[in-house]
């Protein structure tokens, strides 16, 4: 059972409890992120805490702990999960608080500090590929991780009616912009195509990281993705924490080229497991 950080005080999974009238449960107004460890060691810990904090300062949500707290917070309860497993995934939670109205907090917000052992996604997703279906949706403050997921469920619900593992959003202009829980790559010969992060996109942790390590092997285009393009791509892969990167195959009803995981993709999959494996060893990265 997994030590969770509510409020200042390291709780069991079990005994993890929030007020009834705090404004996450009655609203959905919260922020969030969201990491994982590499041999024991918060992967971009600093990157997250950053992004936590725009996304509160974007929804208004006040953060009224430092940087350097939320780390210290993190770090203590890996250390007294030490005992479950090797390697966590870390989310982070920021609540509205509690309202006396119903609508307005009354009060500081709440910080959690949820620690689970890492399920590995499938093999087979890394070795054959994925199918993925688009949806047209725009998030509300997409910069901002917000714990109001309602549309991502729903979409997520349609992609695996119809076997696929994630949904794109796509804008009124037929741009794809990102998935539920993931952020969209194509390759084009050798020049790598992800849309921008121009406010209608969360700017992925694992998103950076692929934009830094490859800008040494490929040209580069952040940019809108028409859906058309797309579909004409030589490869597609999705970024995420929890996911690493994975190829797509499928986007809808349309096999991407050959239908099989592709050398670039191949690439960038093992660029990043030299950089995580790095991070596993201890070192900086």
């Known amino acids: 059972m997994s030590i969770f950080y509510i409020n200042g005080d390291y709780v069991a999974e079990e005994n ?55 780390a210290d917070i993190v770090l203590e309860t890996l250390r007294r999960n030490a005992h479950v497993s090797s390697d966590f995934n870390i989310r982070l939670v920021v609540t509205g608080g509690i309202s006396n109205d119903n609508l307005i907090p009354d009060s500081e917000p709440s910080l959690l500090v949820l620690v689970q052992p890492i399920k590995a996604p499938p093999a087979i997703w890394y070795e054959r590929g994925v199918k993925v279906i688009t949806v047209a949706n725009d998030r509300l403050v997409p910069e901002a991780k917000s714990i109001m997921y309602t549309p991502a469920i729903i979409a997520q619900k349609r992609a695996r009616k119809v076997g696929g593992i994630e949904a794109l959003y796509k804008d009124d202009d037929d741009n794809v912009l990102e998935g539920t829980t993931v952020n969209i790559f194509a390759f084009m010969g050798n020049t790598l195509i992800t849309p921008p ?62 239908g ?18 790095k991070r596993a060893a201890g070192l900086v990265v």
Not at 33 to 54: E, H, M
Not at 260 to 276: C, N
Request: hydrophobic share 45%.
């Open 16 to 70: 993890a409890v929030l007020n009834a009238r705090d404004l996450s449960i009655l609203r959905g107004y919260g922020a969030f992120d969201f990491l994982r460890t590499y041999g024991r060691q918060p992967f971009r810990l600093d990157k997250n805490i950053a992004r936590l904090r725009r996304s509160c300062g974007l929804l208004e949500l006040d953060l009224v702990w430092s940087d350097e707290e939320i």
């Open 197 to 258: 992060t121009d406010g209608r996109i969360l700017p992925g942790i694992t998103r950076m990281t692929v934009l830094e390590m490859a800008q040494e092997y490929y040209t580069i285009e952040e940019r809108d993705l028409p859906y058309h393009e797309l579909l004409a791509a030589d490869e597609i892969f999705m970024t995420a924490a929890n996911k690493q990167i994975v190829p797509v195959v499928t986007v809808d009803d349309h096999t991407i080229a050959s």
């Open 260 to 277: 099989t995981v592709g050398e670039g993709t191949q690439h960038i999959m093992a660029l990043f497991a030299e950089i995580t494996a």
